[in-house]
């Protein structure tokens, strides 16, 4: 059985995606949802009130899953006059990737940003650059004149704010569980900041100038996702299996027991029997 999907959802642009990028696009999504379910499992091995960076890993791959089953049928994706084409020919801007970035970029930021010793300021201001990132590429994607460079350049602006916290900043703070997971966060930011050193490369020859096709951009942007988030997120909590969970400083314990709850006395008992 053959891959219909631009048969049932005809692509809307002159320079749109191809069957075979469709494919890729299923396969990418294939990987990602495996990888979410192994992680959905080691989620559930892991004691209550440990499971925040695993729950943290469900988000992100829930919502990578939606957006590549999404790209694969060629959907979420609107028309725009390419820029640097004499023709006027449009080309497909898949916005529905960018909602998965807008989603996902703040995540993993956050989730390797937990075991420093950053303040919540330096890690909010963190996260809001990360979603600046996302933002200005979104709107340079759908501008069809020159002005979109100036929106790549905010973009990038605010990506060097992320490697100067994750390369410089990060590094130098006090590290959970005495530097236990030191050394994981250093191969961590480091893994995550050359990623994103190729994602504005990525955007800059394919949504920017259209120097590639729409597949090519697919297979270029499906091969970066899947190991931003599948194979980063595997490593990242593969780092974290040796950490004492309770030196983070952020597990609070409370979860639904019922049994706990009838047996604790209130602060009223307690007043009374004292």
Avoid at 41 to 63: E, K, N, S, V
Avoid at 97 to 119: A, D, K, W
Wanted: aromatic residues 14%; contains cysteine.
């Amino acid at each position: 059985m053959g891959n219909h999907a631009l048969d049932l959802n005809p692509p809307n642009a002159e320079l749109h995606l191809s069957t075979n990028g469709s494919d890729w696009l299923w396969a990418a999504f294939s990987l990602i949802a495996t990888a979410l379910l192994v992680v959905v499992c080691l989620d559930f091995l892991r004691p209550r009130g440990t499971r925040l960076f695993h729950q943290l890993a469900i988000i992100i791959l829930t919502t990578s899953s939606l957006a590549y089953f999404s790209m694969a049928s060629d959907l979420g994706a609107t028309p725009i006059s390419a820029e640097f084409r004499g023709d006027g020919a449009s080309r497909q801007i898949y916005y529905v990737r960018y909602i998965q970035y807008f989603i996902n970029f703040p995540l993993l930021l956050l989730s390797v940003l937990l075991g420093t010793g950053l303040s919540l300021s330096d890690i909010m201001t963190t996260l809001f650059m990360g979603a600046t990132v996302v933002i200005c590429g979104l709107v340079g994607a759908l501008v069809h004149s020159t002005y979109k460079w100036g929106f790549y350049t905010f973009g990038c602006v605010a990506l060097f704010y992320v490697w100067y916290v994750l390369l410089l900043h990060g590094p130098r703070t006090e590290f959970a569980a005495a530097g236990a997971f030191k050394s994981g966060y250093l191969m961590s930011a480091s893994f995550l900041s050359f990623m994103l050193l190729t994602y504005p490369i990525c955007w800059a020859l394919a949504e920017g100038s259209n120097v590639i096709t729409v597949t090519s951009e697919m297979i270029w942007y499906g091969i970066l996702d899947v190991i931003t988030g599948p194979v980063f997120l595997l490593f990242f909590l593969w780092q974290l299996r040796t950490v004492d969970y309770e030196s983070f400083g952020f597990s609070s314990g409370k979860y639904t027991d019922t049994t706990a709850a009838v047996a604790r006395p209130t602060k009223a008992q307690e007043a009374g029997a004292v």
